[in-house]
């Protein structure tokens, strides 16, 4: 089986280069039957990598430890689920999951019917079949996912416990297919600088760079769920580079998501949109070649990783050439309009994008600057979170601010009547904000701006959508209901986006509230003794402990109380795993709207003494709700259909 | 004339932005060195607050009362011995790589203020 | 076993792969600047329909409303002469059916060009024409 899978990842190389080649070659020479015979190879070379992956699957599962691979991420007592999440929980089987999500993303684009742009196919699907080539090439030449070890150990060294938590099943897939996602839009950028067909080539890459920020959302939020509920230390987001590797596609994602409209709808930024899509495609593979070559740790790790340099040729191959053959097409990518007016809808649109650009660069500059000091200075400067904190949340608050001005603003020009009519009472909403949190005792300007900013941009959408049921209800004679389900509906990208819009808002009134005002104390307690923390009183009732067949579990169970008055049972718990030495720690949440209880089981003593590390962590709860209705926004604005086709009414009976 | 406008808001954002983030790196900034590195040093760094890493040398982990913690960090053959108070990361093995931050006192100790062990998600590089 | 499993699929996949080089030449695709026009014409409508909605909730003055659908209305005629005179007579076999349609009773057509439009259409998806009542 074993090496079934191992020829057939040569064989897919083979043929994906093929592919990549004949396709180019049938494009150029206008030849549909080099173009017929690369899509076949295309089709092969899905095939055989799913073979791959089948093979290798088959051998997780039936636990065959004479593979280093199975023996490295699994062991018998390893739940179903779990078996199959080895499967990118390693570093050469993550990247055969990258190869092979590659092929399946390349064979929907092949196989989906097109009615527009057909002839950017060919390109595209060289290109995407090029970046497969090169995740093949580290599977066959670097790391396989299928050497063998000649004595076969009788058990595996088991999953890393602290992958062991449902969020893990989810949320490398969900990053990875975020990351590979962006390789279509790329793929049609390039095409149609190729091609020359500047024109039609965003409408059909809208969908894919939509799929594929979501996807990056999605991803980046159940790793940080898993960071909070998983990892003890109480909070979710660490600004490792790790973490940043995945935020950054995304911003970038983003600001294209906002661009590309404004291409779509006045041709301008043709440049920008391209350089965006092709910064969102390089910073995917420069994410994934952050996670694994150990360049972070130190220059040195670098230059012993055999997979680096690899990436560092594709890297560099790919910026050269996208950005030369932009360079090469400048006539071509003229602006066919300017902005008009420093005051409209396209300058908000235009700042935000700056923004989330500038944002990107930060991140990146702070994520390198240990690697760039070392390169430069010859000693590592580490920055650490305070870094991103400071540069990132006033940008990020700008931001969220701008997609409120933005909301309330037309398009090309606005008048400052319609301004001043518009944003009162938003702007009112934010300022009785201000003055409530000021009388309520708050002091933390910080928070007091960002829950400002939040209630002035929460005002703005939702008075622009009461306007428009208004406008709707007064045209159709319908009732209010059916009025907003018909406005929602009958432009659902747009709708889909300002629902985006308030899950940013809650997630970032969750990141607020819990960054500013989250309290921490640790306590030393003997069974039956108590502690204190804001309005809580927590009672340490004693240690428990008990076996499973692959674990030892010890437990401590407290009790919540608040005024007296009980709240609830918390069990923290460690657990030491047969086969891993470190130990797991498994806190205890107790979770309202208004905050969070975290309960950190952190070190116990023979005669019971304990030691707790307690958080209270306010509005955290917001962040994984706002997690939810962005993924439902995201989803209404990717869901076929919904935009409008028809034309408006005629002005003379708009006037009427 | 419009696209000086445009140029302007550009720089003056652009200004802005490298000042945040050049008055947000004073504070921010650390230098890292390995074991041997901050030995190299030797009095150089002491009380300046840094960032060490290394290896958890096998056998030197001790847990004391009070909720803390000795352990030595090896790397180039070199030892630094740590003590740390508060809540152990999970992924704080033995053998495992671990960088400390804190500061070197005057008897050859490092005082760590917090301890990151290599996160468990990242994949071993190859 | 394993070798004659792997050389079983490498003849496979040279056979499928090569096969269509051997074949005869597959149709011709449809012109692509004919659908690059459609989906400009498609935007320019939604520009349009951008612009009533903005100003039906107070976002866009009456005058820069009426200035703005002017110029997106043009630039639609435009597309939309463009696409007359690149598919010739194609439409024709569109609207026979269209009128076929029409006299089974089934939904109404636009007056200008022919093309079906739903119940709740006020404007043509086709051509944009008003379907004023």
Redesign the interface.
């Known amino acids: 089986m074993a090496q079934v899978g191992n020829f057939a990842l040569i064989l897919a190389l083979v043929v994906s280069v093929y592919s990549a080649v004949a396709s180019a070659v049938g494009a150029q020479r206008y030849d549909p039957r080099l173009l017929a015979s690369a899509k076949n190879a295309l089709l092969a070379a899905t095939g055989l990598i799913s073979l791959s992956v089948a093979s290798l699957l088959f051998l997780l599962l039936s636990h065959d430890f004479g593979a280093v691979y199975v023996y490295q991420y699994t062991s018998r007592d390893l739940s179903f689920p779990y078996l199959i999440s080895a499967l990118w929980a390693g570093n050469s089987g993550s990247l055969l999951f990258w190869a092979w999500l590659v092929s399946l993303f390349a064979l929907v684009v092949t196989i989906q019917k097109r009615t527009a742009n057909r002839e950017l196919l060919p390109y595209a699907s060289s290109v995407m079949m090029i970046t497969q080539a090169f995740f093949l090439i580290l599977l066959v030449f670097v790391t396989g996912p299928f050497a063998r070890q000649t004595a076969v150990p009788p058990d595996g060294m088991g999953l890393n416990p602290m992958l062991e938590n449902p969020g893990m099943i989810l949320h490398p897939p969900a990053l990875l297919a975020g990351y590979v996602a962006l390789t279509v839009p790329f793929a049609f950028a390039i095409a149609a600088l190729l091609e020359r067909r500047l024109e039609g080539w965003l409408p059909t890459v809208r969908r894919w760079a939509l799929f594929a920020w979501l996807l990056l959302g999605v991803g980046n939020l159940i790793g940080a769920w898993w960071a909070y509920v998983e990892l003890g230390w109480g909070g979710y987001w660490a600004w490792d580079p790790v973490e940043n590797a995945g935020l950054m596609p995304w911003l970038v994602a983003t600001a294209f998501l906002h661009s590309a409209m404004m291409q779509r709808r006045q041709g301008m930024l043709k440049v920008w949109n391209m350089s965006l899509i092709i910064l969102a495609f390089v910073l995917a593979i420069f994410g994934t070649f952050l996670t694994r070559s150990g360049i972070l740790s130190s220059v040195h790790t670098f230059g012993e990783s055999s997979m680096g340099p690899f990436f560092v040729v594709f890297l560099g191959i790919t910026l050269v050439g996208s950005f030369g053959l932009i360079y090469r097409r400048r006539e071509l990518l003229k602006s066919e309009t300017e902005i008009e007016s420093l005051v409209s809808r396209e300058s908000t649109f235009l700042l935000n994008n700056w923004l989330l650009v500038a944002a990107t660069f930060a991140i990146l500059l702070g994520t390198m600057f240990p690697l760039i000091s070392e390169v430069v200075w010859r000693t590592r400067i580490a920055l650490d979170a305070s870094f991103f904190n400071q540069v990132g949340v006033p940008l990020f608050l700008a931001i969220i601010l701008l997609s409120g001005l933005c909301t309330l603003i037309g398009w090309r020009r606005a008048s400052p009547g319609s301004l001043a009519r518009n944003y009162v009472l938003p702007f009112l909403a934010a300022l009785v904000v201000v003055v409530v949190l000021m009388v309520a005792g708050m002091r933390q300007w910080y928070a007091i701006v960002g829950f400002s900013i939040l209630s002035f941009v929460l005002l703005a959408i939702l008075y622009d959508w009461l306007r428009g049921t208004r406008a709707r209800r007064r045209m159709r004679r319908e009732n209010y209901f059916s009025a907003l389900w018909g406005l929602v509906m009958a432009n659902r990208p747009r709708y889909g986006g300002y629902i985006v819009h308030l899950g940013i808002l809650l997630i970032a009134l969750g990141v607020t509230g819990s960054s500013v005002f989250a309290t921490e104390k640790e306590a030393t307690l003997k069974p039956g003794e108590q502690m204190t923390i804001n309005r809580y009183v927590l009672t340490f009732n004693g240690l428990g402990y008990f076996q499973t067949p692959s674990r030892e579990v010890v437990t401590a169970s407290l009790s919540l109380a608040s005024g007296g008055r009980p709240l609830s049972e918390m069990t923290a718990e460690k657990y030491f795993h047969r086969t891993y030495e470190q130990p797991v720690t498994e806190v205890a949440i107790r979770s309202t709207p208004l905050e969070d209880v975290y309960v950190i089981l952190a070190g116990w003593e023979a005669d019971q003494t304990t030691t707790f590390s307690v958080l209270v962590n306010p509005l955290v709860s917001w962040i994984w709700f706002g997690g939810a209705v962005l993924v439902l926004g995201g989803l209404l604005a990717f869901w076929p259909g919904g935009t409008p086709r028809t034309p408006p009414e005629d002005a003379e009976e708009a006037a009427k | 004339m419009?696209?000086r406008?445009?140029l302007i808001?550009?720089i003056v954002?652009?200004a802005a932005?490298g000042f945040?983030?050049v008055?947000?790196?004073r504070?921010?900034?650390?230098?890292?060195?390995?074991v041997s590195e901050l030995l190299e040093k030797g009095d150089a760094v002491l009380g300046q607050t840094v960032?060490a890493?290394g290896e958890v040398a096998p056998g030197s982990v001790s847990?004391e009362?009070?909720?803390i913690l000795k352990f030595v960090i090896t790397e180039g053959g070199n030892q630094l011995p740590v003590v740390y108070q508060?809540?152990?990361?999970?992924?704080?093995?033995?053998s495992?790589?671990v960088t400390v931050?804190g500061q070197l006192d005057t008897s050859g100790i490092f005082q760590a203020r917090t301890i990151m062990p290599?996160?468990?998600?990242?994949?071993?590089?190859? | 076993m394993t070798v004659f499993a792997n050389i079983l699929l490498t003849g496979l996949v040279i056979a499928f792969v090569l096969y269509p080089l051997f074949r005869r030449q597959p149709a011709s695709e449809p012109d692509g600047r004919l659908q690059e026009l459609r989906l400009k014409q498609a935007t320019a409508y939604a520009m349009l329909n951008e612009i009533a909605s903005d100003h039906e909730a107070g976002k866009l003055s009456e005058k820069d409303c009426r200035e703005l659908e002017t110029k997106y209305r043009q630039e639609a005629d435009g597309i939309l002469k463009e696409i007359d005179l690149l598919s010739g007579g194609d439409l024709s076999g569109e609207i026979e059916k269209g009128v076929r349609q029409l006299r089974r009773g089934k939904g109404r057509f636009c007056s200008q060009c022919g093309a079906p439009v739903k119940p709740g259409d006020r404007f043509c998806p086709q051509c944009g024409r008003s379907l004023a009542r």
Do not use: Q, R
Not at chain 2, 27 to 34: E, I, L, R
Not at chain 2, 86 to 94: A, C, I
Not at chain 2, 118 to 126: D, F, L, M, N, R
């Open positions: 419009k696209k406008k445009f808001a550009g954002l652009f932005i945040l983030a008055m947000a790196f504070g921010a900034a650390m230098y890292s060195y390995t960032k890493s847990y009362p009070d909720n508060g809540v152990v990361p999970d992924t704080f093995v033995e495992n790589e931050e290599k996160c468990a998600s990242k994949y071993e590089p190859e």
